[in-house]
């Protein structure tokens, strides 16, 4: 009762502010009248009296308000008042400290946000989503790390098995995210595609904003119905948030589309990826299978499943049927490992136990870069403060004389250090937002996320980390600002005769180097380790050559006899292109396919096999396709114009599958019989260099090329050895013959082996990028740390630099005199850095490439970069007081 | 009227909000009729500095023991009126008992031979 009494009038009071205060004087007011009316005729001042009796009236109302319920509070206002007073008089400390901190919580924040997404964060607008289980394939591989391979894709047959053995069970399928573009009238309008089964929105729980979601019957693959339910953003972005859009039309692939629903606003798919367009499986029909069987009864395992358990017996049970399912499916062409197992996995994919993308990776790894560099920037901050701090000693010292209680003092630099923080943490959220946007744009370019870039998870994180790191780091300062004995600082002025370095700042310094040791390291391991991967050779002229196919826009690829007929052409034309030197074709693009068949030795039951490879791919090529993809013919000749379909049959190996199926002896003139064991001999007329068969990093393989002229094989890929800038003049001409001889060719796909083969660079790339940004922070802020702290030493000792060379020190002196403090901690720091960096390598060693953590050539670089940094940061300093007029010196105070 | 020149004597710690609770049961008061009041009564003996009435005020607000709300006196003009609640009522008690109990040990202190 007393309770709620009392916090009415302590809210009043806060509500009122002011004119409480006005009240308060009013009821004194009335008070003095009402005396004065009492006194009345018994003296001629009246006020007088009554003032007489009443006291100081100041006092008064100082005692009241003091009385008041929320002192302590107006008591931090009057800090943070008096601190941005202070601070406004010192900007240079104070952009310094608030953007160092800044970059250090905007670093982090991007770093949980990019995080968050990846491990944390559940599906939005999903029911009970932590029920929600994916479904993966376990194989049994020998050759990969741990014996097994997971994969999530189920070929639609199995999928089919796996639900019908699971009656009653919530599953659902989807496939792939792709990006498409949506016709509507004269517009098309990109956006994010997902194929899923009719039962999809309510096996996830997912109820539409606007109109339906699919019938049962629209879910047949047999018969596929041409219906989309469109997300929110589309919604608001192409159509306007229009209701009306229920039953309208649009185009996609150039099929028209019935929009039957709009999802609920925060629904934006179960993946990273967002989704903006969902349609039947069956509504796309461009799964080009290689068969003549439809696509639902084919092996293109692009299926991925989600179903629903809310135990652990459950999932059991589960996967069992389902495993059996899986097990008793068989499908032409085909071949699982039998003993493969079915495992769950969380809803959230990188927590699957599919193997993460090395791109994840290096984000998970780098993240805790992130922590160095907030370190540092702390370090720093802290440093500032201390040096504040110190400079403000005698202020101190006089306030503490004048009365004010140590706890007044601390309250008031801990008020001061969560000030700049929390500023520093508003700034903090623009920085994070920055490079949140540049983070997610160098780990995975073209993803369209679903989730902001800064939300009120990432916010919260860096308000609160502000808060922890303004109290922690205005500790230091508070504490040591109270220990010196209030006579020595009121005697000693405004600085130190005897000038003693801090212990404290010295380590601080130490520390902040050793952290850019490691930061400068990791990128110089991350800097190699691309060099490297970029030196390998693929065996193509990445530089030089440049691949070009034509786009369709769904079903199965254009007529072969069209092809075979435009392709040559197309390539001929184009080797008229200026800049180009030569134009060839394939049936598939360097590193961009492969065909199979069937391949035996004669008088032998089987062929060698070479690691996990038993049938080696072929490509059907032109016979100038060696020449103009850069491919080294090595022994032998390279096909030519006679090699045609009527003439004996003649293919080129590669180096490996010459050394594996022939091994000791020339291949050239040895017999290989394809496709069929009764077929006559193919010969051996060649042996060409390795080429890499699909990555940039892979062991050598076995590969063998065909003359296109004698396989049916059809030509998709033109390949052009050009000279440099003459690939927008190709891809123009490419672009112009595509148009007129294979009109229904949605467009063309024309790129540079190199930058073909640019994203699988991309892990070393990121991890690169990361490692430098961080580290040319972290050198910024540990060179300001360094300077600051030498500086003010100098400053500080003013006055013994003029004794000094009042006594005849020389320039060099005094330079060394101060040199040498600031090199002793920059070098007690890397070598600390170098032993740290030494031990961190081995968690990013399985991520570098050609060059262990432990590089002496970076290790040294690191090292004197730190060096050099610590040098330039003590000079200025140094030379001020090397120049130090010794008269002025020592008449200042 | 008392005298000018009456002494004052010093409340003891603490009394000053008894009294004020005490005067506060009568009804609701404003700051000067409880000072008249408690003078009054003490004969002029016991004289509430008016710079320790009102901070004293405040802090009964504080605690819960009173409420306070602006008013019209009899005069028509504005006055602030405090009224003591229950919980001030329950403190009276309490204060009230350990003073007796206080002034009876003091006066037996003091009348014993």
């Given at each position: 009762m007393s309770l709620l009494h009392a916090i009415a009038h302590r809210l009043r009071v806060l509500a009122l502010g002011e004119r409480y205060a006005r009240d308060q004087a009013r009821e004194i007011r009335f008070h003095l009248e009402l005396d004065a009316m009492a006194a009345d005729g018994r003296t001629a001042d009246p006020e007088l009296i009554a003032l007489q009796r009443f006291g100081n009236v100041t006092y008064y109302r100082e005692e009241a308000r003091a009385m008041s319920p929320l002192h302590w509070l107006d008591r931090i206002r009057h800090d943070a008042a008096y601190t941005l007073r202070t601070l406004r008089l010192t900007p240079g400390f104070t952009v310094t400290v608030v953007l160092t901190l800044a970059l250090g919580f905007g670093v982090n924040a991007a770093m949980f946000s990019m995080l968050d997404a990846l491990f944390l964060r559940m599906p939005d607008g999903v029911v009970a989503p932590r029920d929600l289980r994916r479904l993966y394939v376990q194989e049994h591989r020998p050759d990969e790390p741990g014996g097994t391979y997971t994969f999530e894709g189920f070929p639609y047959p199995q999928f089919r098995a796996i639900v019908a053995a699971n009656p009653g069970a919530a599953i659902a399928g989807t496939r792939n995210i792709d990006s498409v573009g949506i016709r509507i009238g004269n517009t098309t309008v990109p956006a994010s595609r997902s194929e899923v089964t009719a039962n999809y929105f309510s096996v996830l729980g997912v109820h539409p904003h606007l109109g339906r979601f699919f019938a049962a019957d629209e879910g047949r693959v047999e018969d596929p119905s041409y219906v989309a339910v469109i997300g929110d953003r589309l919604w608001h972005a192409v159509f306007n948030a229009n209701p009306a859009v229920v039953g309208q039309r649009i185009f996609i692939d150039r099929r028209p589309f019935t929009i039957i629903g709009v999802a609920p606003p925060d629904f934006r798919g179960i993946d990273l990826q967002a989704v903006d367009l969902w349609v039947p499986f069956a509504s796309h029909v461009g799964h080009f299978s290689g068969s003549n069987a439809p696509w639902y009864e084919t092996f293109n395992s692009d299926i991925r499943t989600v179903f629903r358990a809310s135990d652990p017996s459950a999932e059991r049970a589960f996967i069992g049927r389902a495993e059996n399912a899986f097990r008793s499916v068989q499908i032409p062409y085909y071949s699982y490992d039998p003993k493969s197992n079915l495992l769950p996995g969380s809803i959230i994919a990188a927590l699957g136990p599919t193997k993460l993308s090395n791109e994840i990776i290096v984000a998970q790894r780098v993240s805790a870069t992130a922590l160095a560099v907030l370190l540092i920037a702390c370090a720093n901050v802290v440093n500032l403060l201390l040096l504040r701090a110190s400079k403000r000693k005698r202020e101190i010292a006089v306030r503490r004389a004048l009365g004010s209680s140590q706890q007044r003092l601390i309250e008031q630099v801990v008020v001061e250090s969560v000030t700049l923080s929390l500023g520093s943490g508003l700034v903090g959220v623009l920085f994070a937002y920055w490079a949140g946007i540049a983070l997610r744009r160098l780990l995975m370019p073209r993803m369209h996320w679903s989730t902001p870039v800064v939300d009120a998870h990432s916010a919260g994180f860096i308000l609160g980390l502000s808060l922890v790191v303004g109290l922690l780091s205005g500790l230091a300062p508070a504490l040591q600002g109270l220990r010196p004995s209030l006579i020595d600082a009121l005697r000693a002025g405004s600085r130190d005769v005897a000038y003693r370095p801090s212990r404290l700042r010295a380590a601080l310094l130490v520390v902040q180097t050793a952290l850019c040791v490691v930061l400068l390291v990791g990128a110089g391991l991350f800097l190699r380790s691309l060099h490297n991967v970029q030196s390998i050779g693929v065996g193509y002229d990445v530089d030089r050559v440049a691949m070009i196919e034509p786009v369709?826009?769904?079903?199965?690829?254009?007529?072969?006899?069209?092809?075979?007929?435009?392709?040559?052409?197309?390539?001929?034309?184009?080797?008229?292109?200026?800049?180009?030197?030569?134009?060839?074709?394939?049936?598939?693009?360097?590193?961009?396919?492969?065909?199979?068949?069937?391949?035996?030795?004669?008088?032998?039951?089987?062929?060698?096999?070479?690691?996990?490879?038993?049938?080696?791919?072929?490509?059907?090529?032109?016979?100038?396709?060696?020449?103009?993809?850069?491919?080294?013919?090595?022994?032998?000749r390279s096909f030519a114009a006679s090699d045609g379909p009527k003439a004996p049959g003649v293919i080129i190996v590669n180096e490996t599958m010459a050394r594996v199926y022939w091994p000791g002896e020339s291949a050239i003139g040895k017999c290989l019989i394809l496709d069929e064991r009764s077929n006559p001999c193919a010969t051996v007329i060649?042996?060409?260099?390795?080429?890499?068969?699909?990555?940039?990093?892979?062991?050598?393989?076995?590969?063998?090329?065909?003359?296109?002229?004698?396989?049916?094989?059809?030509?998709?890929?033109?390949?052009?050895?050009?000279?440099?800038?003459?690939?927008?003049?190709?891809?123009?001409?490419?672009?112009?013959?595509?148009?007129?001889?294979?009109?229904?060719?949605?467009?063309?796909?024309?790129?540079?082996?190199?930058?073909?083969?640019?994203?699988?660079?991309?892990?070393?790339?990121?991890?690169?990028?990361?490692?430098?940004?961080?580290?040319?922070?972290?050198?910024?802020?540990?060179?300001?740390?360094?300077?600051?702290?030498?500086?003010?030493?100098?400053?500080?000792?003013?006055?013994?630099?003029?004794?000094?060379?009042?006594?005849?020190?020389?320039?060099?002196?005094?330079?060394?005199?101060?040199?040498?403090?600031?090199?002793?901690?920059?070098?007690?720091?890397?070598?600390?850095?170098?032993?740290?960096?030494?031990?961190?390598?081995?968690?990013?060693?399985?991520?570098?490439?050609?060059?262990?953590?432990?590089?002496?050539?970076?290790?040294?670089?690191?090292a004197v970069g730190l060096a050099t940094m610590g040098l330039l940061a003590c000079l200025v300093p140094a030379l001020r007081a090397a120049w130090t007029d010794p008269a002025t010196a020592l008449r200042a105070e | 009227m008392p005298p000018s020149t009456a002494s004052r004597s010093d409340l003891p710690l603490g009394t000053l909000d008894m009294l004020i609770l005490r005067t506060l049961t009568l009804g609701a008061l404003h700051g000067y009729a409880i000072a008249q009041h408690i003078a009054r009564l003490s004969d002029g003996v016991l004289r509430v500095e008016q710079g320790s009435l009102y901070p004293a005020l405040e802090r009964l607000l504080n605690k819960g023991w009173a409420t306070a709300r602006w008013a019209e006196t009899p005069t028509k003009r504005q006055a602030r009126y405090y009224t003591i609640t229950r919980s001030g009522r329950k403190q009276l008690e309490q204060r009230a008992a350990e003073y007796d109990r206080v002034a009876a040990a003091i006066a037996r202190v003091m009348t014993s031979e």
């Open positions: 369709f826009p769904d079903g199965p690829f254009a007529h072969p006899a069209d092809m075979q007929r435009v392709m040559p052409a197309i390539a001929a034309q184009l080797a008229r292109v200026p800049g180009v030197e030569l134009a060839s074709f394939a049936s598939s693009g360097p590193m961009w396919g492969e065909g199979f068949v069937s391949v035996f030795l004669p008088g032998r039951d089987s062929v060698p096999s070479f690691g996990d490879q038993h049938t080696p791919p072929f490509n059907a090529v032109d016979t100038a396709f060696f020449r103009a993809s850069g491919i080294r013919v090595l022994q032998g060649g042996v060409v260099a390795d080429v890499h068969v699909h990555d940039i990093i892979e062991k050598p393989m076995m590969m063998y090329f065909r003359p296109m002229a004698q396989t049916k094989a059809v030509p998709l890929a033109i390949v052009v050895r050009l000279q440099e800038n003459a690939m927008g003049a190709v891809r123009l001409a490419a672009e112009r013959a595509f148009r007129a001889q294979l009109p229904y060719a949605d467009g063309v796909h024309a790129e540079m082996l190199s930058a073909l083969i640019a994203p699988q660079l991309r892990p070393w790339r990121l991890g690169a990028s990361l490692f430098i940004a961080f580290g040319v922070l972290a050198l910024v802020v540990a060179a300001i740390g360094v300077y600051s702290v030498v500086a003010y030493g100098v400053s500080q000792r003013t006055s013994e630099m003029g004794i000094r060379i009042a006594l005849g020190a020389q320039t060099h002196d005094i330079l060394g005199l101060v040199l040498g403090e600031g090199v002793r901690v920059v070098g007690i720091g890397i070598v600390l850095g170098v032993g740290v960096a030494l031990e961190a390598g081995k968690v990013v060693s399985s991520l570098l490439y050609g060059i262990g953590a432990d590089d002496p050539v970076v290790l040294v670089l690191a | -």
